[in-house]
């Protein structure tokens, strides 16, 4: 047997002991071995890989953290949706609940699989051969993101299934979510370090997860819980929801140990409180319970209602209310703008925490509510998650109390709040400038899809902000290499190649710099419909709403927005800044103004799915927007044509089963050139 042979055998060895090990000590809570001697075997492992990185395999668990920072998240369309649940607040919906599936199954009585309802964030993983390929998040339960990199890092999410006779596609839906001791230690260590602490272990969670760095995710110590299935192919699971969860349980993946087989509502109603009392000793946070009819034969004929399952229903637990005072109301801006007013609150212990802040959303719920300093009112945790104000105890108000003026200035940097959105909506008119959008607008600025400057991801923009070398998106331009040596990790090479990378920036187009700008409403369309439009900054600037309502698609609301954002004089100096040659020094080949309508694709709606070989999806969007073509995510009878590339998705036989007609690459190129 030669050495290499040795080698490999030797690897495949170690991680199969790894991969036991982590499962016993990651999903069964029942380690074998010392940590040292865990240690002991994942250093070797380390070392044979660093010295035959050859054999270093995706599924291998050494892999699970070290990828580098990602600029974004793909999409990732489920094909079969993620579904939310119906809600329930009483014993009696549940009575009704458990009366309605008898009747429409036509049973006397039925069989649940009940599981606590836990607080995290939803995912999908998908395993081909054993093997994990996919991490996605639920998103919209259409379309989620692609986490992969960063569902690796979650120690009980198996990279390899164990055992055999699964699905050549095996796809699971669970629940990530960061324990209460985790969460606990991670704000100290927040505190410590003097950074902000976390609200709550389920926005925590969702935020680790979204994480473009996969090794702060990691930092994070996640876990999950898996409690369905998706789509499977070539393979046969079991015909129950309870014995489908055992089954995966063998294979390796972690399934919440409180699931339980309940029978009629009585025994539902009975899980569900004694759920209740055991819920404040349990390692993770939930919001309630979920029954689901446990035979997929009764659920496939009970059927769905919209987007939520008529077979399952989410019982949730009554949120948990106190009184206290309203000792102040001040109001933030966050990163977008939006100024959000804030009551300040004699601490109060509710629904397992210290509340002291409690949003009061906009300036239309705090006149709702008429909140006034010195008030007594009842809070609560709504869903257990975000406290509110339930309401005011009137007849407690002090004397005197004065009603709140919402501000007509930001109080971070003086500009104008202006109102959107019927007036429900608060926002920061000046973008370029407030200190509270800084980092925001930089990076927004600095994005692929704006003035395109490589290297200048969130690290980037958190050193030049936090050392003051960045005030506003025009000081971009005016950054020197002594600066930028001086940053952390950032070498000359670095540094020359960043400042390469801004100066390339200079030179863009129209559509990209009012893009780039971070006007609220304005996205990338409609960028280019007012570029199309006006055929220079000055006559955008220069219009008044009416004048910008006469542009394709533009209503009210975006027109007022783009003549707030212009009108707004700390906006035009950075503006103006930017186009300096001395300074800035941004420039754009001239357009012609043309009219939308006139555009030779104009309405046409496009769809485009699989991967291009001459241009990025991304530039042949930008080809037919330029040409008046509207771009789809997705397929639909008002769609007009779908571009096939290689590996397309289910939008293409979407297309076919529609009737739409569909284009290959090479025949884009024409339609694009014939133009």
Known sequence: MSAITDVRARIKELRRQIDYHNHRYYVLDDPEIPDAEYDRLFKELQALEQAHPDLIAPDSPTQRVGASPRAEFAQVTHELPMLSLSNAFSDQEIVDFDRRMRERLGVTRI???????????????????????????????????????????????????????????????????IPKADFIALNERQKKNGLKVYVNPRNTAAGSLRQLDPRITAERRLQIFCYALGKTEQGEMPGTQYEVLMQLREWGLRICPETRLVHGHEECLEYYRQMQIKRTSLEYEIDGVVYKVNSFAQQRAAGFIARAPRWAMAHKFPAQEALTVVEAIEVQVGRTGVITPVARLHPVFVGGVTVTNVTLH??????????????????????????????????????????????????????????????????????????????????????????????????????????????????????????????????????????????????????RFLYAL??????????????????????????????????????PVVAESIYDFFAEKHNRAVIKKLLNPKKGGVHWPAIKPREQANLPLADKVFVLTGTLASMTREEAKARLQALGAKISGSVSANTDFVVVGTDPGSKAGKAVELGIKTLDEDQLRKLIASK
């Open 518 to 555: 971070g006007i609220s409403q304005v996205g990338e369309t409609t960028a280019l419909a007012l570029a199309n439009h006006f055929g220079g900054l000055q006559a955008i600037m220069a219009a008044d709403r009416e004048v910008l309502q006469t542009v394709a698609d533009i209503g």
């Open 111 to 177: 069989e649940y699989n009940a599981e606590p309802k836990l607080d995290g964030l939803a995912v999908s993983l998908t395993y081909v051969n054993g093997v994990l390929q996919r991490g996605a998040t639920r998103g919209d339960g259409v379309v989620g993101e692609d986490v992969t990199h960063n569902v690796r890092t979650i120690a009980s999410v198996p990279l390899r299934l164990m055992g055999k006779g699964y699905p050549r596609t095996l796809e699971v839906r669970g629940e990530v979510y």
């Open 362 to 511: 906009n300036p239309q719920e705090l006149e709702r509510k008429d909140v006034r300093v010195g008030d007594t009112v009842s809070v609560r945790r709504a869903g257990d998650v975000i406290p509110e104000i339930v309401s005011v105890v009137k007849d407690q108000r002090p004397p005197g109390a004065k009603k709140y003026l919402f501000p007509d200035k930001c109080p971070v940097c003086g500009s104008a709040i202006v109102r959107e959105g019927n007036g429900i909506i608060a926002r920061c008119s000046g973008g370029l400038v407030c200190s509270a959008q800084r980092k925001q607008s930089i990076r927004h600025f600095a994005s692929r899809r704006a003035m395109d400057i490589e290297g200048m991801g969130d690290k980037m923009v958190d050193q030049l902000v936090e050392r003051q070398l960045i005030h506003d998106v025009g000081d971009i331009y005016l950054l020197r290499r002594e600066q930028l040596v001086d940053l952390e990790r950032l070498a000359e090479k670095s540094a020359q190649n960043l400042l390469e990378a801004i100066n390339k920036s200079r030179n863009t187009t129209l559509p």
